[in-house]
């Protein structure tokens, strides 16, 4: 998600991330991965 944060700061909607493409799906995806975690105690904030 910093990545994604770098890269907007930036203006550009697709980087890439370990040599592969990262576009907005694909971030929506990991936000979705993300707020499951949160949700069951997996993963704090912070």
Not at 4 to 30: E, H, N, R, W
């Amino acid at each position: 998600m910093q990545a994604y944060a770098d890269c907007q700061a930036t203006g550009a909607g697709v980087f890439a991330l370990d040599g592969k493409m990262v576009d907005m799906p694909m971030v929506k995806m990991a936000e979705r991965v993300l707020d499951k975690a949160k949700a069951t105690g997996l993963l704090i904030d912070g």
